[in-house]
């Protein structure tokens, strides 16, 4: 029955019990069989399979790149087009390059190009080389041709490009790296300020990078490739933020000091190893220490290869290799995707997955990844809010993990999943859902969670407002008003929770 | 402990059945009849209890339950068998079907028209009737969202992660689209009853 209490309320497990109660009867075994009749005595002819939204036509093989899909065939047809008016105008167009759309040849706007001349594209643009190679360009890539005996070359500048080639082989070059299309085949090539990413759209493409060789076949993930900085910041300190976020729960333990439940500690080490090129596996977040696409190297050590667990640098499926953290310069900004740069300083303020800061303010996420480490500002804004060594971490407002805190205060998590986790201090409230946040050993009180799920658990002080209370170690665990088993105490009772907590001593 | 071995074994098991709904869903795009009378027979519940949820009657639930497995197989050909989300799929086709249900019968939702059960009655001492006209008007304060979670959880028993693959949510979002329901509810009932 429906319980009121005294502040004229009821218990949502009445509540529940109530909808059980008043659920719709189930079909009955003689009507189930009915509509089983009923449903099979209609079927008809299934829909023929929707068809493919780019069908690759026969001539055209171009045609099926996922990213851009018109781009190719129009780079295609658009460079048959130049080809033949500059044949008809009597060019020789062997080892010249004839470009479509807007560029500038050495700085120069114009739409004939020599070997060792830079192409530049002001807007998309197509350039083809002979009559085999095309290469699309995207406003502001630029890259220049040339020739070893016949072989025809490509070096690659900047930007993003999207290589065509009819030719047995092709060699591209990039910084650090040397890609060798086997034959006929497309390959994308985006380099962006601290990395590269090659794809093999058709045909197989060997890369050669840092003394290694890949090879890229189509539907391989993007192979990333850590830049050469082109100016090397100085050493930056590094943070050292507390533990990783977390989505789980946080007590469950009866009289003891709860461990933290994170499954992703980060740290903005100084051990960063080497950089490497890392393809982009597609998979879950699995973010690198103090690492994350686009964000500047330290002075002191190359770039970072990711390591489980951490800050989330390149955790999203479309997300790009580590750099390391701890520089002076603006990490990198990430528009839509990627995980955001590290800095040593200085803010990411877009990327998805915000940068990391050792001093300054980390990067906001406002959609979807991790926010940015901090070693003493806050990431207000991000799903899953910022990490911090000393000062307040970022506030996660819907979804994910709060902020993580070394010492200060952690993040809240607005709706869902569990609140930040603190070394010493007060840990993260959950607004709505899931664990509060989890108090190493501090005088602080443990998270709280609002509505349903566990609440944090604390060394030594209460949780008082979760639905599961908080574990605690010495002092009085928490309380839950509405659903939930009460939490733990090692010495002292939970008097008020609905499931009461377990005293170890009282 | 016990609990997350049970969790764990309930997850296992969740993802066979959507291994096994997509092994079936690609034989019957193939035009295997029985085939899709396997997912007749595994799905039908559930599909029942979640539309029965939603209108005035057994007989139009049926209506409905019988156009969502029409429309299934037809379109089976359609359905990506490599996703596991065929439940996620198929639970879409009826929440189109009772939309298009109400917009037939010139109705936005079937907000006043929850035809519950009256086996039992959830106050001591108020009649059946007002028990339910409490419960009818705190389901009709909910937000489409939260009723569809509320429906899927109570009404067709499923747990929140088989919500959550349903409607294509994140379990943290369920969990925490459920307990907003749930104050809401409470705030109207409260209100009602006094």
Partial sequence: ?506 | MQESVSLHGLRESEGRHAALLDQLAARAAEGDRAAFEEIYNLLVDDLYAYVRGQVRNDTVAEDLVANVFLKAWRSARGYRSDSSSFRRWIFSIARNEVRDHWRTAHRNLPLADFDLSDDVPISAGSDAADARRVIQAALTSLNEEQRQVVLLRYFGNKSHEEIAEILGKREGAVRAQLMRALRQMRKVMGDAET
């Fill in chain 1, 1 to 506: 029955m429906l319980r009121r209490r005294p502040d004229n309320t009821f218990e949502y497990r009445d509540i529940e019990r109530a909808l059980y109660a008043h659920a719709p009867r189930p079909l009955s075994a003689d009507r189930r069989d009915a509509l089983r009749s009923r449903v099979f005595a209609n079927l008809g002819a299934q829909d023929a399979p929707a068809r493919p939204l780019f069908a690759r036509p026969a001539a055209e093989r171009w045609v099926a790149i996922p990213v851009g899909a018109g781009i190719a065939a129009t780079v295609i047809a658009a460079t048959n087009y130049l080809i033949e008016q500059d044949r008809t105008a009597g060019g020789d167009s062997a080892r010249t390059a004839v470009a479509g759309g807007s560029v500038t040849v050495d700085g120069v706007a114009g739409a004939r190009a020599r070997a060792g001349q830079v192409i530049a594209a002001t807007s998309p643009s197509w350039v083809a080389i002979g009559e085999t190679v095309s290469v699309g360009l995207e406003a502001g890539s630029s890259f220049s041709f040339g020739y070893s005996g016949d072989r025809l070359a490509l070096l690659l500048n900047s930007g993003n490009h999207h290589i065509l080639s009819t030719q047995a082989f092709l060699e591209v070059h990039g910084d650090g790296w040397t890609a060798r299309m086997a034959g006929p085949g497309a390959l994308d090539v985006s380099i962006r300020q601290w990395m590269t990413s090659l794809q093999a759209i058709e045909g197989e493409t060997l890369v050669y990078f840092n003394g290694e060789v890949r090879t890229l076949r189509p539907g391989d993930p993007p192979l990333l490739i850590l830049n050469t900085p082109a100016d090397t910041p100085p050493s930056g300190p590094g943070g050292s933020p507390g533990q990783g976020g977390s989505n789980q729960q946080g007590p469950s333990g009866s009289g003891q000091q709860p461990s933290q439940s994170s499954p992703a500690g980060d740290s903005a080490t100084d051990d960063r190893s080497p950089g490497k090129p890392i393809p982009a596996s597609g998979g879950p977040a699995n973010p690198p220490a103090g690492a994350s696409e686009g964000g500047p190297a330290t002075s002191s050590s190359a770039p970072g290869q990711a390591t489980p667990g951490g800050d989330s640098g390149y955790g999203s499926e479309n997300s790009g290799a580590g750099a390391g953290a701890g520089g002076d310069s603006s990490p990198g900004n990430s528009g839509e995707s990627s995980a955001g740069g590290n800095s040593g300083e200085n803010a990411n303020p877009n990327s998805n997955a915000g940068g990391n800061s050792a001093d300054g303010t980390p990067g906001y996420s406002d959609q979807s990844n991790a926010g940015g480490n901090s070693a003493e500002n806050a990431n207000p804004n991000s799903n899953a809010g910022g990490n911090n060594g000393d000062g307040s971490p970022g506030n996660s407002g819907e979804s994910n993990a709060g902020g993580n805190n070394g010492e200060g205060t952690p993040g809240n998590s607005g709706e869902s999943n569990a609140g930040g986790n603190n070394g010493e201090g007060t840990p993260g409230n959950s607004g709505e859902s899931n664990a509060g946040g989890n108090n190493g050993d501090g005088g602080s009180s443990p998270g709280n969670s609002g509505e349903s799920n566990a609440g944090g658990n604390s060394g030594e002080n209460a949780n008082p407002n979760s639905n599961a209370g908080g574990n605690s170690a010495d002092g009085t665990p928490g309380n839950s008003d509405q659903s939930n088993a009460g939490g733990n105490s090692g010495e002292n009772a939970n008097p008020d929770s609905n499931a009461g907590g377990n005293g170890g001593n009282k």
